[in-house]
């Protein structure tokens, strides 16, 4: 009627680098049904070369497995959040080989360090440790999720979440 218009929402583009150095794998290779038919979400995972998990952006933690801590779920400014899942049934060890640097809550800066985990430890305790980073389905801001080579390293991916 006074000629305005509803002002749309500028979609929000988020690149996440990969949070632990090391070399890609399709998620579809994890060693567990859940991730490799991506019934939790879209995503990559890393055969790790280091024992440190690295915030991939500025944000929060959203929440940290307190007691294994094998798992970190982060949440970007955007409101995306995506699930680092280090190893499978590593929840197992109940914390050992792993060590927080961070707590549920904690506001994070791009680069810090997060988790570290002894890769030998875990592997001779019988258990892989490919590490899915995922983006968890069901999250409202989450449009599309995608998966592309870097920039600088094209032997590495990022995950390209519109919000």
Same mark, same amino acid.
């Given at each position: 009627?006074?000629?305005?218009?509803?002002?749309?929402?500028?979609?929000?583009?988020?690149?996440?680098?990969?949070?632990?150095?090391?070399?890609?794998?399709?998620?579809?290779?994890?060693?567990?049904?859940?991730?490799?038919?991506?019934?939790?979400?879209?995503?990559?995972?890393?055969?790790?070369?280091?024992?440190?998990?690295?915030?991939?952006?500025?944000?929060?933690?959203?929440?940290?497995?307190?007691?294994?801590?094998?798992?970190?779920?982060?949440?970007?400014?955007?409101?995306?959040?995506?699930?680092?899942?280090?190893?499978?049934?590593?929840?197992?060890?109940?914390?050992?080989?792993?060590?927080?640097?961070?707590?549920?809550? *904690?506001?994070?800066?791009?680069?810090?360090?997060?988790?570290?985990? *002894?890769?030998?430890?875990?592997?001779?305790?019988?258990?892989?440790?490919?590490?899915?980073?995922?983006?968890?389905?069901?999250?409202?801001?989450?449009?599309?999720?995608?998966?592309?080579?870097?920039?600088? *390293?094209?032997?590495?991916?990022?995950?390209?979440?519109?919000?």
């Amino acid at each position: 009627m006074f000629g305005w218009k509803k002002k749309q929402a500028v979609p929000v583009v988020v690149e996440i680098p990969s949070p632990v150095p090391g070399t890609l794998v399709a998620l579809e290779q994890v060693p567990d049904d859940a991730f490799a038919a991506k019934m939790m979400g879209e995503g990559i995972a890393i055969q790790p070369t280091e024992g440190k998990v690295i915030a991939p952006f500025d944000g929060k933690v959203v929440h940290l497995m307190e007691k294994s801590k094998h798992a970190v779920m982060l949440e970007h400014e955007s409101g995306a959040q995506i699930l680092i899942h280090v190893g499978m049934n590593t929840v197992s060890l109940k914390g050992e080989g792993f060590t927080a640097h961070v707590k549920t809550g *904690d506001v994070i800066t791009r680069g810090q360090l997060l988790l570290e985990f *002894d890769i030998a430890l875990i592997e001779q305790a019988g258990y892989p440790v490919i590490t899915p980073v995922i983006v968890p389905n069901g999250q409202v801001c989450v449009k599309q999720v995608e998966v592309a080579a870097s920039q600088s *390293d094209p032997a590495q991916a990022v995950i390209i979440i519109q919000c």
